[in-house]
């Protein structure tokens, strides 16, 4: 019974942080040159909190019922944000990369980026998986970091840095190179390769098996890089109140994580598709 009730809080829990974590990015503008932060006439702040309208819409997410995982899960969920006449303001500020990794922009002169992040761990259910009998639950917490990053022409190169305060007590790095590219006035394509290392407390936390385990022997994993990944997308402007985005994310796991018992594939796939609508307010 507390598992089941587990599962229902951390279902009911991972929709509510996707409010807040996706919300943004669907907000975000499709073009890396317009996060000048709302300024106009060489500096002069725009009026950010103008607000214009209001933008309606929903996202859906497809992704693995824990890392590791071959059987998968859809959240989801509708979402009511502003938007502003001054410009981007605000949430052009905001990049939302996942549930564990939504970063502000804090500063941003010439190619060179940096900022800190902050997230949710959603952590791990008993439930979620045959193979995770007995291991009992990993409960779920708050992410806090910070990011570098630089431009180099048409490509960001960054690296993150990334602690868990769930069960884990871990931290990652993650490395990274993306690129957008306008391929119409309205279509905008995003691409990004990247690797994550994990320390041995986050890789012995989600991927080593205890004595506890009734299926398997114990099993130790230890610090070293978790998986490479790819990610594609594409955000569509249909007019001037419609917009649509798409992306797709291949994670294959690596090391002791894909070594581990607990896991059932060592490739991972996330989906997301999200629609919205802008309502200009009457002024």
């Known amino acids: 019974m507390r598992g089941q009730f ?25 073009n890396a040159a317009d996060l000048g932060g709302g300024y106009k006439d060489g500096g002069a702040p725009a009026d950010e909190w103008a607000i214009d309208g209001v933008k309606v ?12 995982s071959n059987h998968y899960e859809a959240l989801g969920f509708p979402y009511i944000l502003p938007t502003f006449a001054g410009g981007p303001g605000f949430f052009s500020r905001i990049d939302a990369r996942g549930l564990d990794d939504v970063r502000f922009n804090l500063v941003e002169r010439g190619g060179f980026v940096a900022g800190p ?4 761990s959603m952590g791990r259910d008993e439930n979620d998986g045959d193979r995770l009998e007995g291991l009992g639950d990993i409960d779920g917490g708050a992410v806090i970091g910070g990011f570098v990053g630089y431009h180099l022409g048409p490509v960001l190169f960054d690296v993150s840095f990334h602690h868990f ?77 419609w917009s649509a985005r798409a ?22 796939f996330l989906g997301l598709v999200g629609l919205s609508y802008k309502f200009y307010s009457d002024h």
Not at 11 to 24: C, D, E, I, N
Not at 117 to 120: C, E, N, T, V
Not at 196 to 219: E, H, K, L
Request: glycine residues 10%; charged residues 25%; aromatic residues 10%.
């Open 165 to 241: 305060f769930d069960d884990s007590e871990g931290n990652q790095i993650r490395f990274g190179a993306e690129v957008e590219r306008r391929i119409s006035e309205r279509v905008t394509l995003t691409g990004r390769i990247g690797a994550t290392y994990a320390d041995g407390n986050y890789t012995q936390t989600y991927f080593g098996v205890t004595d506890a385990s009734p299926i398997f022997d114990a099993y130790d994993a230890d610090a070293g890089f978790k998986d490479v990944n790819v990610q594609v997308g594409i955000k569509a402007d249909l007019d001037d109140r």
């Open 117 to 120: 992040l902050a997230g949710y």
């Open 6 to 30: 587990g599962g229902i809080m951390r279902r009911v829990y991972t929709s509510l942080m996707a409010v807040a974590v996706w919300t943004p990015l669907i907000a975000a503008p499709a």
């Open 57 to 68: 819409g929903g996202v859906l997410v497809v992704m693995p019922k824990y890392e590791g």
């Open 247 to 268: 992306s797709v994310r291949y994670s294959r796991l690596l090391g002791d994580a894909a070594d581990s018992p607990l896991v059932e594939s060592e490739n991972q």
